[in-house]
Each structure stands twice: as C-alpha cells, then as structure tokens.
C-alpha cells in the first residue's frame, strides 16, 4: 500500500486562520458570524477547515460539519443542514431533543429522528416555518454553548439550502453561533447561482469573505519537506513542482506522490491525466469500483456501493483500502459511506466512462436502489433515484421518478428543487408512451385551487401534461423565478382550450397575473379582466372565488369604483358556499378596505377586525399576516396611530414566530416605521429601516420603504439623503401606480422642492396631482379613501404658495394654482377627526396664501388637530398660529403655540430652525421666564436678525430670482469673484447648504422686504 501524499505540516494560512479565531471569539460573545470561505479546487479550503475545527473543539464549543452533495447536476435539498443535526443529534443526544421540542413537526423534514411528519399543508408558509424553527432550534442550543457549523462545497449547493442558510445569517442576532460555508470560486461562472448568494451576504456585517490563494514558492516547498519527510530538498524539484502545480496544494500533493514513486516525467499537461496518473496505477478491480463510485455522487453509501459493485465483500474492501490508501477517497465521518478525496479526481474518472459504461452503472445504482431504498440516504433517496434513471437513459423510469421526486421536494417547502424535477418531466414527457404514463405516472399533485385534468368524482385519476405545467408554474412562482414560471405559463396556454376548459385557463391567467405583479410588468390588469370573463356564469368554485376575490384586491390597489366592492361580496359568498376558507378571509379582508375607502370606516374596521379574529382562531398565519397589516394601515390612514403600532408589531410577531418575514415582513415594518413616524419616535423607525436596507426580501417594497427613508432624512435635516431615496422610490414605482403610493410620495417630492429652494418645481407636483384628478372621469368623485393621501397634498401645496410670495416667477401663476386646490377640497367631504383637521388646515393655508388668515382661523385649527393626537399637523398648525399672532402684534400670545411645537417629539430638524429664526426675529424668548424680563430691542428689518450687510441683502434679493453669480456682479457692478464671495457669507449667515435653499428661506422668513 503507498503512502498518503497529504502533507501532515499545516503550510500558511495564517492570517485566514486568525480570521476564523476572532469571529469564533465574537460568536462566543453573543455576536453571530458568518465567514464565508472561497477558492479554486484544491486550495485547501477543507484543510484550512479542518485545522480551524481541531483547534476549536474545546469546553464550551460544539462543532458540526454538513457537505453539498453532488447527485448528477443538481444538489439534495437541505443536506448540508440534515447531515450537520444528524451529527449534532450524535455528540448532544436528548439535549438536541429537548431543543427542539414544539417544532419537531417541522424539523423532522431536516432530521427525520425528530419524528412523525406535521400535518400542515407543504406550501411557501410552512417552509417558511422550517426556516423559523431551524433558527429557533440554533438559538436554544447555542444558549449553554457555542455552535460552529461547517457548511461545506457550497457551489454544489441547491437553492433551498442556500436560502435556509441565509435565512440563518441573517435573522441569528443574539446566538452563539458560527457559520463557516465553503465553495470552489473557479466553479462560478457568470450566471451559477451561488453568484447573487454571495454578493447579497457581502452587504452584512457579520459576513466575512476569506479567498484562498494559491502557495508561493516558499508555502511550496514547505509542503514538499512534510509531503516527503525530508527538510533537505531539490531546489530544482521545487521549482519544477512550483511552476507546473502554479502553487495549488492539492497539485502540489499529487505532483510530489509521482515523484515519490519515481514518475517525474511522463506526465502531460492535461489535468485530467495529472487527476488520474494515481488511479490508473491501481489494481483493476480498484479501478473499477472508483468508476462505478464516481457514477454515485460526491458521495456513496458503502451498502449502495457494495450493491452495485456486485462483488464479494472481500474484492471490495480491497478495492476500497486501496483506493482509501492511495488517498483517492476517504471514508465519511459517520463511517456510512466515502468521498473522493477532491472532487476534481471524481469528475476525471467519469469524464473518462464510456458512454455505454456510464448508462450501465446508473442503471445499476437506480436498479438496486429501487430494490431497497435502506441503502442510501432517507432524505435524498426521491431526488437520486430520478437522477440515477435520467442519467441511464431511460425516459419511462425517469419520468415517474422525477415526479415523484418533485412531489416529496414540495413536501419539503423545497421548490426551486422541485422545480427542477418538474422541468425534467417536461423534457421527458414525449421520450414515454401513453401506455407508461397512464399506468405508472403518480395523480396531480396539490397546486393550489388548480382543478387537475384527471379530477373527477373527488379521485385525482390520470396526469396529464397541463397538470405538471401548473405544478411547476405554482413551484417557479414560489422559488422566486417568476420569469421561467411566465415561460411555463406560456407553454401551458398551447395546451389548453380556454372555451373547454375556463377553470383551468383562468388559473394560469391569475398566475401570470400575480408574477406580472410582482415583477412590476404591465399585463396584470388584462390577465385578470380575461380570468374574470372565463369564470363568469360557471358553477361556484374555488378557482371562481379566488379570480374573483383577486380582481377585486388588485383594485383596491389602484383606484377603486362600487363594482369592486360588490366583486369582493360575491368572492367571499362564493368562497363560503365552496369551503375555500382561506380565499374567503382574503376576500373579507379586502371588502373591509373597500368598505372603508367608500366611506364606511366604521363597517370596514369592523370587517377587517373579525377576519382577523377568525384567522387568529383557524386560518393560516399567512392569512392572519394579512388581515393584521390591512388594519394597521387602515387605523393609520384614520389617524389611530398607536392602535396602527400595536397591530403592526403583532404582524411582525407573528411573522417572525412563523418564519413568514421574507413574504410579508417588509410591509408589516414599513406600516411599523409609518406610526412610529406619526407619534414621534423616528430612533426606533430609522433602526428598523436600516435593517431593511440590503435585505433581498424587501426589494418588492422599496418604493415604499425609500419613501420612507426619505422622510426620515428631511425631518433630520438631511435634504441631499432625502432626494437620492425620492429619487430610487420614484424609479423602484414607475411600473406599478398605485394612490396609497403615488400622493404621499407627490407631497415628499413638493418638501422637497420647497425646502431646496424650487418652488416652481413643487409646484409642478402639485399640478400633476391635481391635473391627474381632473382626468378621472365626472361620475367618479372623491372618496374617503383618497383623503388620507390627498389632504396633505393640497396642503402643502398651499403651504408653498404662501411662503413663495414675493418671488416674481412664483406671483405669476399663483391666483389659478389656489382656485384649483379650493375647487378640489371643495369636493371632499371628510367625515373622521384626522380628516377634518386637515381639511381645517387647508382652508387655513389658503388663506394664509392669500393674506387673509386670522390667529382665531388658526386657533380653532389647534384644537381640531390637537384631539387626533398626531403631531406632524398638529406642529404646522401652531407655528403658523404663532407666526399670525405675531404680525398682529400680540407678541406675549406667540410664546405659547411656540413652547408646545418646540416640545412636540414629531418636530423636525427644518421645524425648530423655523422657530429659531422666528424667536430671533421677533425678540422673543421661549424660557420658562416673563416675556418681558428678557425682551431685546425688535429688530427694525427681519434680516437682521441673521448679520446681512446692505450689500448682501442686495445679493440676496438676486439670489432668490435665481440669477447666476455673473448676473449677479452685471447688476451691482462688482466682479464675479466678489459676487461668489457674498453668497458664501449669505450661505453662513442664513447657515443653509444651497443657492436654492437661501431663496426659499428669504421668501419663507419675508427677508426680501427691506
């Protein structure tokens, strides 16, 4: 037998090495890590792990180590994960158990010995949960220990395990726990999967990279002298080995064992022929059984293999020992099977199968596994097996087999696999005769309300090819590829006779719908209003109630009519009548919404609140997720802020308790930070906000969460932050137009351009809203559900015509802007507290713009918005209480609106300048002391409060008619130079950051009279 080539020196790595001691030590005080480990084939990656675990071990750390298998082109679904607890599940026994306890339903799909299967439907949501409980499983025994789990070979990982890992990166905030992933960076081409993975975990702190390099020619020859056990070497030998393994270990390793035996020549560049010089100096019968394991996947039960080989038990542990021996495999940990030593070695002797030969031996691997399944794996048995009988050739065993696989994959919440399995079938499908399919293809599998072909008297009988096509368009729609799931859809509509067969086209029509949506593609809209016209005058059905009930909600969306809503009430009857339960709470949440927006928020409210009951007692949490963020939003639009917080925070709880964060968690948070906002509290909104910024789940809402992070940023004073988000949500929300949307984003985007000093550009806002009312057709007016959204609109854009009077480009069009706005709150007829106060303020602004507001307009103002709680209206309202008392002269009255806006916790950064600079104009003081024991002389002008020189107010007044620095100097007769200068100090004076802001500025603050 010959010696193994490994080196038994550890050559370098240190810096890596000291990478993965700190993260152990951040982990081990509570901070969560993740260390991502890349390189080519053979760099060492899995010695360098090795090491770092051997020095790991130790009282208080529990190491455990999962591999990605390898199984034709594709991976097993969760296998790194199953064998790392199954490991886990040996060193801990019952306190694995007691960990675990109240999810094993769940988590016996990772680790069947945690008992009988649940019996919850295998969709989205519980494979949401199987995320949740894993997580939650780290989390209770990382408590008393330290967790170091190894993922290993990532780039043979499948999509299911690589979200479950995410899932565990990014929501393991306080476990003690360590992730270590490996993957053959040389293995990545531009489109392999594992590409996004990365580059969305490079965006979390507590994610590392560490990439492999290949040795230097000093790392080399270090590993030569352990290689041969000599510190005394060639200098030609190291460079002759340097040069031709360019530094990588494992080269190096197989270079230095023909050496070792004399075989310094000879060998060609290939590196197939370098792969496989050891191998082919085998015994034959060693051969054969190392072409028959590379047949089997990276790795091979010893009862499979022994099965397949067909052999004595002697010949083949002679065979292993001295494949073992040699170091072209080793035996698995658990002591069950055996691995190539390096992947590389495994694809080189299947590349060098016959085609005939490589056929042969999968049938034999199908054949026996097919006789007893016991001999491989439990968990990945389905999914080799199909690939076994794809992979030999044989249409009419692949075909069941696939589907079959694809069925136990959806039972696993493990849909992109299934996917695959299913796209197999396609391919196979016209490979196999009727005959075999009518006999040996399994029934339709569950895809949702789709009514499979074969469907007759409640019995699933015959499978036909439109059923796989949906299972597989429900499967890509839930994996996240949306566009194959719309390829699929497409083919499916060949098949399908829609005047035959309506239930079934009008279900791929909602699927198409629901991608387009998501997708942000226009279609949705036709999709829908055609799946409408199939269902309609067809018996009552699940698939009739779920068209329905989805036309209506996306309506509610956009901009609803009555029809909508009777929509809904026949969706939630026909729902009722058929058993669709789940489709039934939709729908009752949805005409909650629309009860509401067409002015019965009492009866909406009331809806929506027992749907949500009934979820709570017996619907599915996805449901229940649903119905507490309709009401949330629904209380906050109503100005029931804290109400609007508490169901908000319950969403998410329950989200986060049954792992459904990634569907809806982005909404449920935005709606969170929406009431935070509203009552005060942006610490607690900017820190969920930033939780949310490179999460990939959030993507769908980040129109809405950029809009809110704009809105964070212009309170805090940050206007440059505030119109790059306006900006990314306004581009993010250009294919789908929806008002709950568009017109809080319309009143950001006129702040904005007010606060920049733009108000003809604020103004251009204002207009495209109230140009987009006037396009509505004459029998549609305004319903209570615009209210929310447009009152603060029309607000502020009387708000911004009355603090651009005095600029001559604004005075021009301003008497026709206010007629509009008037003419448009005309219509509205608000009927909740929040509402009128608002309306209030309006008409207040309005006067303001027009000169004519009192202090006793604004007055009565204050006390509508005082009872809604809310102080952002609230802040407006006083301060411009203050500032109308103080132009008619009742200084001492002013301190008071003054002292309750400044202590309002929803003043913002731009609020309190304002009132800083109105004090300082005015000679008031707003300490707790008699107006009148510190009451400076009142400026004579307001400008100069802020220092202005003659010379600069002269500048200014330019200034603020946006001419340039050289019109500036033509005007005044001074260069410039000299003209850029004043502006500077102008700049520091008024302490602005812009041009534009110093104009909206001067014409807020009435600089411009003097």
């Not at 790392?84 to 007691?98: D, K, T």
């Not at 699929?488 to 791929?508: G, I, S, V």
């Not at 997708?519 to 009739?544: F, H, K, M, N, T």
Request: proline fraction near 4%; charged fraction near 25%; glycine fraction near 8%.
């Amino acid at each position: 037998m010959e010696q193994i080539s490994v080196s038994p020196v550890f050559v370098g790595r240190g810096t890596e090495i000291g990478t993965l001691n700190a993260a152990l030590r951040r982990a081990a005080a509570g901070q969560p890590q993740a260390v991502l480990v890349g390189g080519e084939a053979g760099v060492g990656k899995t010695r360098l792990v090795e090491e770092f675990l051997t020095a790991a071990c130790g009282p208080g750390v529990v190491t455990t180590l999962g591999g990605c298998l390898e199984v034709g082109a594709e991976g097993l679904p969760y296998a790194p994960l199953a064998t790392a607890l199954r490991r886990l599940h040996r060193s801990l026994g019952v306190e694995l158990e007691r960990a675990a306890q109240g999810m094993e339903g769940h988590l016996t799909r990772l680790l069947p010995e945690f008992g009988a299967d649940d019996t919850e439907p295998n969709d989205e949501f519980s494979r949401a949960q199987l995320f949740e409980h894993t997580a939650r499983l780290f989390e209770r025994l990382s408590v008393d220990r330290t967790i170091v789990l190894v993922v290993e070979d990532l780039h043979w990982s499948d999509r299911s395990t690589r979200e479950l890992l995410a899932y565990l990166i990014r929501t393991l905030h306080r476990a003690r726990v360590l992730i270590v992933a490996t993957y053959r960076s040389d293995d990545l081409h531009r489109r392999h999967p594992l590409r996004p993975f990365l580059a969305e975990l490079d965006r979390l702190r507590t994610v590392q990279r560490v990439e492999l390099y290949r040795f230097e020619r000093g790392e080399v020859a270090a590993q030569l002298a352990g290689i041969l056990g000599t510190d005394t070497l060639d200098r030609q030998l190291v460079d002759r080995i340097h040069r031709r393994s360019e530094g990588n270990p494992f080269f190096v390793e197989e270079l230095a064992g023909a050496h070792r035996d004399g075989c310094d020549t000879g060998l060609t560049d290939s590196l197939r022929d370098l792969l496989l010089v050891r191998v082919e100096a085998l015994p034959d019968q060693t051969q054969r059984m190392l072409r028959i394991a590379a047949e089997g996947g990276s790795y091979v039960e010893h009862a499979l293999l022994e099965a397949v080989l067909d052999e004595s038990e002697d010949v083949l542990i002679d065979a292993l020992r001295n494949a073992v021996g040699v170091n072209v495999l080793r035996p698995d940990t658990d002591g069950e099977g055996y691995r190539f030593r390096h992947a590389l070695v495994r694809e080189a002797i299947s590349d060098d199968l016959l085609p005939g030969e490589r056929y042969r031996i999968n049938r034999r691997y199908a054949t026996a596994l097919e006789q007893d399944g016991s001999l491989a794996c439990n968990n990945g048995l389905p999914a080799r097996l199909a690939n076994y009988w794809y992979h030999a050739h044989d249409p009419g065993r692949a075909l069941p087999t696939a589907l079959e696989a694809a069925r136990v994959a959806r039972r696993r919440n493990a849909f992109a696999e299934q996917l695959g399995m299913l796209e197999r079938a396609l391919e196979l499908w016209d490979e196999v005769s009727d005959e075999v399919r009518a006999e040996n293809l399994r029934p339709a599998d569950w895809a949702g309300t789709y009514p499979p072909c074969g469907h007759a008297g409640g019995a699933c009988r015959l499978l036909h090819l439109v059923d796989v096509l949906a299972e597989a368009v429900l499967a890509a729609r839930r994996a996240g590829d949306r566009d194959r799931g719309l390829s699929l859809a497409k083919r499916a509509f060949k098949l399908l006779d829609e005047e035959a067969e309506p239930e079934r086209a009008a279900w791929f029509r909602m699927q198409r719908a629901l991608m387009l949506g998501h997708l942000r593609r226009s279609g949705s809209d036709e999709e829908i209003e055609r799946a409408q016209q199939l269902v309609a005058g067809l018996p009552a059905s699940p698939v009739q109630a779920e068209v329905f009930a989805l036309a209506a909600g996306h309506a509610m969306l956009g901009d609803p009519v009555e029809a909508d809503r009777e929509l809904a009430e026949r969706a939630v009857a026909i729902a009722r009548e058929v058993g669709a339960d789940a489709v039934e709470q939709h729908a009752r949440m949805t005409l909650g919404n629309l009860s509401a927006y067409f002015g019965e928020p009492e009866a909406g409210l009331a809806l929506l609140t027992d749907a949500v009951e009934r979820s709570r007692r017996t619907g599915p949490v996805d449901v229940l997720c649903r119905g507490l963020n309709n009401l949330s939003s629904l209380l906050l639009g109503l100005g029931r802020a804290a109400e609007a917080e508490a169901l908000a925070r319950e969403g998410l709880a329950v989200a986060r308790g049954n792992g459904l964060l990634a569907n809806i968690g982005a909404l449920l948070t935005g709606n969170l930070v929406e009431s935070l906002l509203a009552l005060g509290h942006p610490a607690e909104a900017e820190q969920l906000l930033a939780e949310l910024e490179d999460d990939p789940t959030a993507r769908a809402y980040h129109p809405f969460l950029d809009r809110l992070r704009a809105e964070l940023r212009l309170d805090q004073g940050d206007l440059a932050a505030a119109e790059e988000y306006l900006e990314r949500a306004r581009v993010a929300g250009r294919q789908v137009r929806q008002a709950q949307h568009d017109l809080p984003l319309a009143r950001l985007a006129m702040r904005v351009a007010t606060r920049a000093g733009r108000p003809l550009q604020a103004r251009a806002e204002l207009l495209a809203v109230l140009d987009h009312l006037a396009d509505r057709p004459t029998d549609r007016g305004l319903s209570d559900g615009c209210l929310y959204g447009l009152l603060p609109v029309l607000v502020e854009g009387a708000a911004g015509e009355a603090d651009s009077r005095g600029s001559a480009a604004a005075d021009l069009g301003r008497p026709v802007v206010l007629r509009r706005v008037a003419e448009v709150a005309a219509q509205l007829r608000p009927r909740t507290a929040l509402h009128r106060g608002w309306a209030a303020l309006l008409a207040a602004e309005l006067a303001r713009a027009e000169e004519t507001d009192t202090p006793e307009q604004w007055a009565a103002v204050v006390r509508q918005l005082r009872d809604t709680g809310l102080g952002c209206p609230l802040g407006q309202a006083l301060y411009r209480q203050a500032e109308a008392l103080l132009t008619a002269g009742r200084r001492e009255a002013a301190v008071e609106p003054l002292r309750e806006v400044q202590a309002l916790a929803t003043a913002g950064r731009y609020l309190r300048q304002d009132i800083g600079r109105l004090t300082a104009r005015s000679g008031l003081s707003l300490a707790a002391q008699p107006v009148s024991a510190a009451r400076p002389a009142q400026p004579a002008e307001p400008a100069d409060q802020f220092g202005l020189t003659p010379r600069e107010r002269d500048v200014l007044h330019r200034l603020a008619q946006g001419r340039t620095n050289r019109q500036i100097a033509e005007e005044l007769y001074i260069s410039p130079k000299t003209a850029s200068v004043h502006v500077s100090n102008i700049l520091a004076k008024l302490s602005v950051g812009s041009r534009g802001e110093a104009a909206a500025l001067a014409h807020r603050l009435h600089l411009l009279g003097a």
